[in-house]
């Protein structure tokens, strides 16, 4: 059965500073990833998807994320974080099931942007 | 926006008691996901409806059922509600297909709070 882990539940960094998110996954083809984002009482939002390909994927809001295989990981970064970014992160592994995908999400982690 | 809508906004209920949520999906979706999220948790699966079958579910028992109609929108119900039922609610939508068309998207409500007393 596929798993996501998101090592940090919280993390605080400076309006203007650079950002990285972990994610560790578990699942035993090749993984369909994505990164959601959710504000405050809200539903997620989508920032990026990794499918196939490049292992560099671009996201909307200037966010980037990187597959990488032997590390069973897809983290997330951002170079310059700003105040609108504070909200929480969740990073979702999609298998394959039935007419679709069914995704599997992480733990979320929640990011506090300081002024 | 997702197009992706979903109703009530918030709910409360009584231990022991039915409820229903609704969503409509996103124009030209077929398929429509059912995920409960705990607080301070992420979403987890909780069933999948292709052109109005259940098409699997997850780790939840059979008082949470659903059913999708012919416009692809879909009701999630709850019967004897629990405490533990007390949860974010979201539903998502996306374009799938037979034999299995992994590459798509899902996307998401905002959500029904729902509340157990």
């Known amino acids: 059965a596929q798993s996501v882990t998101q090592p940090d539940i919280h993390i605080t960094v400076s309006e203007g500073a650079s950002l990285e998110l972990r994610c560790n996954y578990s699942y035993g083809a090749t993984p369909y990833l994505f990164w959601y984002v959710q504000s405050p009482g809200q539903g997620l939002q989508l920032l990026l998807k990794y499918f196939s390909g490049d292992t560099l994927v671009q996201g909307i809001k200037g966010f980037e994320a990187e597959f990488k295989r032997s590390q069973s990981s897809f983290n997330l970064r951002k170079p310059s974080v700003h105040w609108s970014d504070a909200a929480e992160y969740f990073c979702a592994v999609g298998a394959h099931f039935g007419a679709g995908n069914m995704l599997t999400f992480g733990g979320g982690t929640r990011l506090m942007v300081k002024p | 926006e997702t197009g992706v809508t979903q109703s009530p906004t918030h709910l409360i209920k009584t231990r022991g008691q039915q409820v229903t949520l609704r969503c409509s999906s996103q124009?030209?979706?077929?398929?429509v996901s059912w995920y409960q999220q705990a607080l301070g948790q992420g979403p987890q699966f909780i069933f999948q409806?292709?052109?109005?079958?259940?098409?699997g579910r997850g780790n939840f028992p059979p008082r949470f059922s659903g059913l999708q109609f012919p416009n692809y929108s879909s009701e999630l119900n709850v019967n004897a509600l629990e405490l533990d039922d007390s949860a974010l609610y979201l539903c998502a939508s996306s374009q799938g297909q037979a034999g299995g068309y992994v590459k798509n998207i899902q996307y998401f409500g905002a959500g029904t709070r729902l509340s157990v007393l």
């Open positions: 409806y292709y052109r109005e079958e259940e098409n």
């Open positions: 124009s030209g979706h077929n398929t």
